[in-house]
């Protein structure tokens, strides 16, 4: 296996570095062998009202399972993110609001005012029935009232579950379903790249599906001003519900264990999945891994341009920042708008010093050539980050070489929504890198690779991802259904906690992620799931049948191609390809657009009706040659017809 060599860490980068080579190798050593000792010495960076005694009870068996950390500690997660800083950091800038339209002012908000927002916002959750517990489901664009929003239920005990803004009607109608809601806090419209984005319209379409009545009340943030259905006494305006309500706040107590939030995410099978993480050892980790992983300093500005809807805005633009009293950029645009500029001139404006997107967006900008880089200064740079879906080491380089002029080092981040945080990564002063490698594990954190019966394969090797022991920001539970939590990650391999990524590692013990090896596809850094683009699909009156996989592309990562078998009668034409691809992406949202249909009179199966989608993958990515057994088909008629007709372009 060949391994390319290694970048090493720049020594002026060490010199002033938290974690050190020689740190990273007694902390992680320490981490293993004596995790109670590790996790309680890193505890002590919150503030708690009772400080744990109890630091780790976790076992992963299946049949005596259980994942608790700090379980007789108490804190509240908003007092972290605000009020203990409030005596040394009052005045220091919590969050730069940079708007979609260049041309605005940007926004500072202090600590101290941030502070405020989020009590006032409390207090009216509280005065309409908001209590410890309760379900608030939060649609907002990236503005700063979506941050005030998620601290405002931690400052209750209320469990937020924030629906990413480019959702369509029916999966905000789901997740609301699903955790049963009791309000619902949204704006009049987003706005992105110039485009607007009608939120309350789809939250009153949501709102009209079944399964949403646990909603009470609609707060609507007023955000571009667009005249937008107000529904008494259902819907009531943000500002005249908080903007007289009391500048301080009592924070509800929690144990370590109370739920924090829910945040849905695909799977395998149909269903998202509510992904529950707890206040304790969520706050610890995130904030640990954000101070460790960034090198975080106390005058950075700290910019991550994910959305607040996904675990990534969760860990890395909210909670773990937050905690340590970090200054970050809160960015409504896109990076493409007005120009492919744009992100560096936001580094420019802010002078961001760390910097943290994905490859997604390295992929797209490198397309449009060094000139709107090099137009930048990025002076202010010293460190870049990359988070979401494997980094091809091309789009690395540039990013390493052109963005960052050479002088920064890149910090490629593993982890998943139900990991809470990062778990593979360098840490820049650390280790030395490698283009393409989230390199070594973290503190606390056991990788190992396993082959399909669950052997732990040594050395140099390639297999699937497994986790064998717990950390403390791992998700505790799906909400509601806690067998499909053991049942999806802890029966695969008995003991082991398995990632559903595929993975290699080289002989100097880095790994590489090559991807998921289940039915979840990664599409520009976003995770669907196939099932249910399908579910969407079968749900037109015309489909029959469909079978979805991914292929590689070259901006997104992966794409999405659809098998369409239709109901008989039915004529296949390029009218009906493009309803169902708008069918699909009003059912699920924009991130869920096809990008090849191909008709199928027939799907591959196997005599006993299983699909072969090992086969129909092949056809996707364009290697016939490479369909392996194909003895088991019912009739193999049905792959030479598909081959035949394999969507034009692909
Ligand atoms: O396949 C891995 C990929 O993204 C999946 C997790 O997706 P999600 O829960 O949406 O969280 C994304 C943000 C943490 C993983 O199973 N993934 C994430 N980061 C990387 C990655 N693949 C390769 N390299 C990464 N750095």
């Known amino acids: 296996?060949?391994?390319?060599?290694?970048?090493?860490?720049?020594?002026?980068?060490?010199?002033?570095?938290?974690?050190?080579?020689?740190?990273?190798?007694?902390?992680?050593?320490?981490?293993?062998?004596?995790?109670?000792?590790?996790?309680?010495?890193?505890?002590?960076?919150?503030?708690?009202?009772?400080?744990?005694?109890?630091?780790?009870?976790?076992r992963f068996d299946p049949a005596d399972f259980r994942i608790r950390w700090y379980e007789d500690g108490e804190l509240n997660a908003s007092v972290n993110c605000l009020d203990r800083h409030l005596a040394a950091r009052g005045d220091k800038t919590a969050l730069i609001f940079e708007r979609d339209d260049p041309a605005q002012p940007a926004q500072h908000i202090t600590y101290r005012e941030l502070h405020a927002r989020v009590c006032q916002l409390a207090n009216a959750l509280r005065h309409l029935g908001v209590r410890k517990g309760d379900r608030v489901t939060i649609y907002l664009p990236m503005i700063p009232e979506a941050v005030v929003a998620m601290l405002a239920c931690a400052r209750i005990g209320a469990i937020h579950s924030v629906v990413f803004g480019g959702f369509a009607p029916h999966s905000i109608a789901d997740r609301i379903a699903d955790c049963g809601s009791k309000l619902v806090i949204t704006a009049d419209e987003g706005v992105r790249g110039g485009r607007r984005v009608p939120l309350?319209?789809?939250?009153?379409?949501?709102?009209k599906m079944p399964g949403t009545t646990s909603v009470e009340t609609v707060l609507v943030v007023r955000h571009t001003g667009a005249a937008v259905d107000m529904q008494m006494p259902r819907d009531r305006w943000y500002d005249a519900v908080?903007?007289?309500?009391?500048?301080?706040?009592?924070?509800?107590?929690?144990?370590?264990?109370?739920?924090?939030?829910?945040?849905?995410?695909?799977?395998?099978?149909?269903?998202?999945?509510?992904?529950?993480?707890?206040?304790?050892?969520?706050?610890?980790?995130?904030?640990?891994?954000?101070?460790?992983?960034?090198?975080?300093?106390?005058?950075?500005?700290?910019?991550?341009?994910?959305?607040?809807?996904?675990?990534?805005?969760?860990?890395?633009?909210?909670?773990?920042?937050?905690?340590?009293g970090a200054t970050c950029v809160v960015f409504e645009g896109v990076p493409n708008y007005p120009d492919a500029a744009r992100f560096w001139q936001v580094i420019d404006r802010h002078r961001v010093t760390l910097f943290y997107t994905a490859p997604t967006a390295i992929r797209a900008l490198m397309r449009e050539g060094e000139e709107p880089v090099q137009r930048t200064s990025r002076a202010s740079l010293r460190l870049l980050g990359t988070v979401g879906e494997p980094i091809n080491p091309e789009a690395w380089r540039w990013y390493h070489r052109v963005v960052g002029?050479?002088?920064?080092?890149?910090?490629?981040?593993?982890?998943?929504?139900?990991?809470?945080?990062?778990?593979?990564?360098?840490?820049?002063?650390?280790?030395?890198?490698?283009?393409?490698?989230?390199?070594?594990?973290?503190?606390?954190?056991?990788?190992?690779?396993?082959?399909?019966?669950?052997?732990?394969?040594?050395?140099?090797?390639?297999?699937?991802?497994?986790?064998?022991?717990?950390?403390?920001?791992?998700?505790?539970?799906?909400?509601?259904?806690?067998?499909?939590?053991?049942?999806t990650y802890f029966r695969t391999y008995p003991g082991m906690y398995f990632t559903g990524d595929g993975c290699r590692r080289d002989a100097d013990g880095y790994y590489w992620i090559t991807g998921r090896v289940d039915d979840v596809i990664n599409v520009s850094g976003h995770r669907i799931g196939t099932a249910e683009i399908e579910s969407a699909l079968v749900a037109h009156p015309k489909v029959a049948e469909a079978a979805v996989v991914g292929f590689p592309h070259d901006l997104k990562g992966q794409g999405i191609y659809a098998y369409v078998t239709l109901k008989a009668g039915e004529q296949p034409d390029e009218a009906l390809r493009a309803e169902l691809i708008a069918w699909v992406r009003r059912e699920i949202g924009p991130i869920a657009t096809l990008d090849h249909l191909q008709w199928a009179p027939a799907l591959p199966k196997t005599r006993s009706g299983k699909i072969m989608r090992r086969i129909l993958r092949k056809i996707a990515e364009g290697q016939p040659d490479q369909l392996g057994d194909t003895s088991t088909l019912a009739d193999p008629g049905v792959v030479e017809s598909l081959l035949r007709d394999r969507a034009p372009g692909s």
Not at 245 to 266: G, H, K, V, W
Not at 304 to 322: E, F, K, N, Q, R
Request: hydrophobic share 35%; glycine share 10%.
């Open 242 to 324: 908080v903007d007289g309500q009391p500048q301080q706040c009592e924070p509800e107590r929690m144990n370590a264990e109370d739920p924090l939030f829910i945040l849905y995410t695909s799977g395998s099978t149909g269903k998202p999945k509510g992904v529950l993480h707890t206040t304790g050892g969520y706050l610890v980790y995130v904030s640990y891994t954000h101070e460790c992983v960034f090198d975080l300093r106390e005058d950075d500005v700290y910019w991550c341009t994910a959305d607040v809807g996904w675990i990534t805005g969760h860990s890395y633009i909210v909670y773990g920042p937050l905690a340590n």
């Open 405 to 487: 002029d050479g002088r920064c080092p890149v910090v490629d981040t593993w982890w998943q929504t139900e990991t809470g945080g990062i778990l593979i990564a360098p840490l820049p002063g650390a280790t030395d890198l490698k283009p393409g490698s989230a390199t070594l594990p973290l503190f606390g954190v056991r990788p190992a690779v396993v082959d399909a019966n669950g052997n732990v394969l040594e050395g140099a090797t390639e297999g699937n991802l497994v986790l064998l022991d717990s950390w403390p920001g791992q998700m505790r539970t799906v909400y509601g259904d806690h067998a499909r939590f053991i049942d």
């Open 1 to 58: 296996m060949s391994t390319p060599a290694a970048i090493p860490v720049d020594p002026a980068f060490a010199a002033h570095a938290r974690i050190t080579r020689e740190d990273y190798s007694r902390l992680y050593e320490e981490s293993l062998r004596d995790p109670e000792g590790f996790w309680r010495r890193v505890a002590q960076r919150l503030d708690w009202y009772r400080a744990p005694t109890r630091i780790k009870d976790t």
């Open 200 to 207: 309350k319209a789809n939250v009153d379409a949501a709102l």
